[in-house]
């Protein structure tokens, strides 16, 4: 009888430089990611007066939470955290689901206005009607004051439903052909079909969409920045950093001598801007685990043939 002999793999010099460098590069690059963000959390949590003397690098200094209380201590920003999570919640499923429609619409081979519907949408990453123009079409359409205005006019993204659009068409036509033969309508085979198979490309675009919601405080500022009860997270904050930048030279040489008794309880724009890049980062990072998995392959199905 033949001995079978065991296939061995011995690694080669060439192997094993290539892995040290491999991870090396990969240490370096996740320190460089991770670093800027742990600076931030430990200036946060430092004395403001004490980080204008610099120094802080992973660590606070003199730990307080007196920063986070500042930017909390106010009313309206619990209410703009009520509506900044509202709105991502509705923007993100509301637009998710009409573009996910106009995408399977466009994807279909025998639609006659494929190509125009395209080339439309597509305009619209290039050109638009500027600040003015939009802001009187909001006015006109009687959106100014209302919740909506944050919804309506960003609908559908153009970049988000060329990606749908790519994911939908990439799936076998057999199904819809099958599908079709058994007497299914558009919208069962919308609804059954085509949602169910796509849901990698539905959490890739349903983040880029909350994404976006949450970080918006233009439009608040533009069309609701009267309506309190309409105000956000993001727009708050930019406010509590713009009264933060007015300190004077004279404030601050006041809060130093009060730093110097221990009784300092100043802020500098230097920290409430950690601390709001931390509270307004923390609630959308806590999204990404859950859509990581469908992430990669919603990009990679779904990229622009």
């Known amino acids: 009888m033949f001995k079978r002999?065991?296939?061995?793999?011995?690694?080669?010099?060439?192997?094993?430089?290539?892995?040290?460098?491999?991870?090396?590069?990969?240490?370096?690059?996740?320190?460089?990611?991770?670093?800027?963000?742990?600076?931030?959390?430990?200036?946060?949590?430092?004395?403001?007066?004490?980080?204008?003397?610099?120094?802080?690098?992973?660590?606070?200094?003199?730990?307080?939470?007196?920063?986070?209380?500042?930017?909390?201590?106010?009313?309206?920003?619990?209410?703009?955290?009520?509506?900044?999570?509202?709105?991502?919640?509705?923007?993100?499923?509301?637009?998710?689901?009409?573009?996910?429609?106009?995408?399977?619409?466009?994807?279909?081979?025998?639609?006659?206005?494929?190509?125009?519907?395209?080339?439309?949408?597509?305009?619209?990453?290039?050109?638009?009607?500027?600040?003015?123009?939009?802001?009187?079409?909001?006015?006109?359409?009687?959106?100014?004051?209302?919740?909506?205005?944050?919804?309506?006019?960003?609908?559908?993204?153009?970049?988000?439903?060329?990606?749908?659009?790519?994911?939908?068409?990439?799936?076998?036509?057999?199904?819809?052909?099958?599908?079709?033969?058994?007497?299914?309508g558009d919208f069962r085979i919308f609804f059954q079909i085509v949602l169910p198979l796509s849901l990698p490309v539905l959490a890739t675009v349903a983040l880029f969409v909350a994404v976006f919601q949450w970080n918006q405080w233009f439009d608040v500022f533009l069309y609701n920045s009267s309506q309190e009860h309409l105000t956000t997270l993001q727009y708050e904050l930019m406010k509590i950093l713009q009264n933060s930048s007015t300190t004077s030279s004279g404030d601050m040489a006041s809060a130093f001598a009060n730093s110097a008794d221990g009784n300092s309880n100043m802020v500098t724009p230097k920290s409430i801007q950690a601390t709001m890049t931390i509270v307004a980062s923390v609630p959308i990072i806590m999204v990404y685990p859950f859509l990581q998995r469908y992430f990669v392959k919603g990009m990679t199905l779904g990229a622009v043939k």
């Open 5 to 184: 002999k065991k296939a061995s793999f011995m690694r080669t010099k060439e192997d094993i430089i290539f892995d040290t460098s491999n991870i090396i590069f990969m240490i370096i690059l996740c320190i460089l990611m991770l670093y800027p963000f742990l600076n931030q959390i430990a200036i946060s949590l430092n004395d403001a007066t004490d980080s204008v003397r610099g120094g802080i690098y992973l660590w606070p200094r003199e730990f307080t939470w007196h920063n986070y209380e500042h930017v909390f201590e106010k009313a309206a920003i619990y209410q703009a955290i009520f509506i900044s999570v509202l709105r991502t919640l509705v923007g993100a499923g509301v637009g998710l689901f009409c573009t996910a429609m106009v995408a399977y619409a466009i994807a279909q081979p025998n639609f006659i206005f494929k190509k125009s519907v395209t080339i439309i949408f597509i305009m619209t990453m290039y050109f638009n009607g500027g600040l003015i123009p939009t802001f009187l079409l909001m006015r006109d359409l009687q959106l100014i004051g209302s919740f909506w205005v944050y919804i309506l006019p960003t609908l559908i993204s153009a970049f988000n439903l060329i990606i749908m659009r790519s994911f939908i068409e990439g799936l076998p036509n057999s199904i819809f052909e099958s599908a079709r033969i058994d007497g299914a």
